[in-house]
């Protein structure tokens, strides 16, 4: 019983969370409840997560969430709000640090391949849904704010992903190419693994999130060009790589006529990708910043001056909510942001300690992914959360055994 209670169960609930046909299929389920369910699980289980200096920062910064919940905060008004910020913060990191301590293979690979499976199998049903209707993905966020729940069912009872699990993708794709490309891994593993990274990057590309498919290209470019043998040469490799785009940056001809060869080559009608590269363009041509950009930065601005309100303590006032990192820095002020990233910057370097030295560049390749998702978009959800802190370390370490550790990790 405590081994399924141990081993399994978690897995099953992280499942769940990621799963939106399943929730519409089984809507007396409340997400929320599963994952503080899944915190007291790894509370009673997973109790070395627990033993580190890490968690001081965690409860100090979950004092704060508490006190600006009381006086009526406007970011975190309401107890849900609280409980899912630390839910979707410490389950994940406690569970990727209890298979990888414990070296919980069996445990590994049921979660890896329930994540391929389920990855390959919502972007052949996002593909289904994207043909019958008008850019759904990316629709459903403005249907949800509407709160028109019956598209949304329709849509998710099909079998479609979410916009924030789009955005979550990228973070994975440094762990897919070594699981790919360098690790020991058996033929069907890595058959497997190809089927996951272009199920994600079509998905990403269905999804017309223009943040998603940037990532994606930069986690795929970075992960490229990874030594295991050699920092040194991984470093002079990102040069070259610098020295030959910094040009199209600095030059602004060249970053046009750059823009105008991927312009052509997509689709005119409806493609916000399109939309996107034209306002970069006009940007670069007059200086003026209009259209999709122009609303981010503003956006952005807006969290800046809710911030200066009160550096220290934050202001309870709308921010711009297009920023996880922003928003929080905001609202919380230097009091409640600095625990907050203290938790995540060590979280990330325990989780970078317990992996390979050979693989960490693609584990420091996909976290930098989270961050920069997090500081660009409001993304502060389970799925950025579950694939930054189990998917991407517990993929790696899998990928990273030897055949001959494998065949004993099997039987203990």
Same mark, same amino acid.
């Given at each position: 019983?405590?081994?399924?209670?141990?081993?399994?169960?978690?897995?099953?609930?992280?499942?769940?969370?990621?799963?939106?046909?399943?929730?519409?299929?089984?809507?007396?389920?409340?997400?929320?409840?599963?994952?503080?369910?899944?915190?007291?699980?790894?509370?009673?289980?997973?109790?070395?997560?627990?033993?580190?200096?890490?968690?001081?920062?965690?409860?100090?910064?979950?004092?704060?969430?508490?006190?600006?919940?009381?006086?009526?905060?406007?970011?975190?008004?309401?107890?849900?709000?609280?409980?899912?910020?630390?839910?979707?913060?410490?389950?994940?990191?406690?569970?990727?640090?209890?298979?990888?301590?414990?070296?919980?293979?069996?445990?590994?690979? =049921?979660?890896?391949?329930?994540?391929? #499976? *389920?990855?390959?199998?919502? %972007?052949? /049903?996002?593909?289904?849904?994207? +043909?019958?209707?008008?850019?759904?993905?990316?629709?459903?966020?403005?249907?949800?704010?509407?709160?028109?729940?019956?598209?949304?069912?329709?849509?998710?009872?099909?079998?479609?992903?979410?916009?924030?699990?789009?955005?979550?993708?990228?973070?994975?794709?440094?762990?897919?190419?070594?699981?790919?490309?360098?690790?020991?891994?058996?033929?069907?593993?890595?058959?497997?693994?190809?089927?996951?990274?272009?199920?994600?990057?079509?998905?990403?590309? =269905?999804?017309?999130?223009?943040?998603? #498919? *940037?990532?994606?290209?930069? %986690?795929? /470019?970075?992960?490229?060009?990874? +030594?295991?043998?050699?920092?040194?040469?991984?470093?002079?490799?990102?040069?070259?790589?610098?020295?030959?785009?910094?040009?199209?940056?600095?030059?602004?001809?060249?970053?046009?006529?750059?823009?105008?060869?991927?312009?052509?080559?997509?689709?005119?009608?409806?493609?916000?990708?399109?939309?996107?590269?034209?306002?970069?363009?006009?940007?670069?041509?007059?200086?003026?910043?209009?259209?999709?950009?122009?609303?981010?930065?503003?956006?952005?601005?807006?969290?800046?001056?809710?911030?200066?309100?009160?550096?220290?303590?934050?202001?309870?006032?709308?921010?711009?909510?297009? +920023?996880?990192?922003?928003?929080?820095?905001?609202?919380?002020?230097?009091?409640?942001?600095?625990?907050?990233?203290?938790?995540?910057?060590?979280?990330?370097?325990?989780?970078?300690?317990?992996?390979?030295?050979?693989?960490?560049?693609?584990?420091?390749?996909?976290?930098?992914?989270?961050?920069?998702?997090?500081?660009?978009?409001?993304?502060?959800?389970?799925?950025?959360?579950?694939?930054?802190?189990?998917?991407?370390?517990?993929?790696?370490?899998?990928?990273?055994?030897?055949?001959?550790?494998?065949?004993?990790?099997?039987?203990?």
């Amino acid at each position: 019983m405590n081994k399924l209670l141990r081993d399994y169960l978690p897995v099953i609930f992280c499942v769940f969370l990621s799963f939106t046909q399943l929730k519409v299929y089984l809507p007396f389920i409340n997400s929320l409840a599963i994952m503080a369910l899944g915190l007291m699980l790894s509370f009673l289980y997973y109790k070395g997560f627990y033993r580190q200096s890490l968690l001081g920062w965690l409860c100090l910064y979950a004092i704060v969430l508490l006190i600006n919940n009381f006086i009526g905060d406007y970011y975190f008004k309401l107890i849900t709000n609280v409980v899912e910020e630390i839910c979707v913060l410490v389950f994940p990191a406690a569970l990727s640090f209890f298979v990888i301590t414990h070296k919980k293979y069996k445990m590994a690979v =049921l979660l890896v391949y329930s994540f391929f #499976f *389920l990855i390959i199998y919502s %972007a052949i /049903a996002s593909f289904i849904v994207c +043909s019958m209707f008008p850019d759904p993905i990316r629709t459903s966020v403005f249907f949800l704010n509407q709160g028109e729940m019956s598209t949304l069912n329709l849509y998710y009872g099909m079998g479609m992903v979410t916009y924030k699990f789009c955005h979550a993708l990228p973070i994975v794709i440094p762990a897919l190419l070594y699981s790919i490309l360098r690790s020991d891994q058996s033929k069907t593993f890595k058959t497997t693994a190809f089927a996951t990274l272009i199920a994600s990057l079509l998905t990403i590309y =269905l999804s017309n999130a223009t943040t998603a #498919f *940037l990532l994606a290209l930069y %986690a795929l /470019a970075a992960s490229l060009f990874v +030594s295991e043998k050699s920092l040194k040469a991984t470093i002079f490799r990102i040069i070259g790589v610098m020295v030959v785009f910094v040009p199209l940056v600095i030059r602004s001809d060249l970053l046009v006529d750059l823009i105008n060869s991927i312009g052509s080559l997509l689709p005119e009608n409806e493609n916000s990708y399109l939309e996107r590269l034209n306002d970069i363009k006009l940007a670069t041509d007059s200086g003026n910043i209009s259209g999709d950009l122009d609303s981010r930065v503003s956006r952005y601005n807006e969290s800046v001056s809710v911030f200066v309100e009160d550096i220290f303590f934050g202001s309870n006032m709308q921010t711009g909510e297009h +920023s996880a990192i922003l928003d929080r820095l905001a609202c919380l002020g230097l009091v409640g942001w600095i625990p907050y990233l203290v938790y995540i910057v060590k979280n990330t370097l325990s989780q970078n300690h317990l992996l390979q030295k050979e693989i960490r560049p693609y584990f420091v390749i996909g976290a930098s992914t989270a961050i920069l998702l997090l500081a660009t978009k409001n993304m502060s959800y389970w799925d950025t959360w579950f694939m930054f802190f189990t998917l991407l370390p517990v993929m790696l370490w899998l990928t990273s055994l030897d055949p001959h550790e494998v065949e004993q990790l099997k039987h203990k």
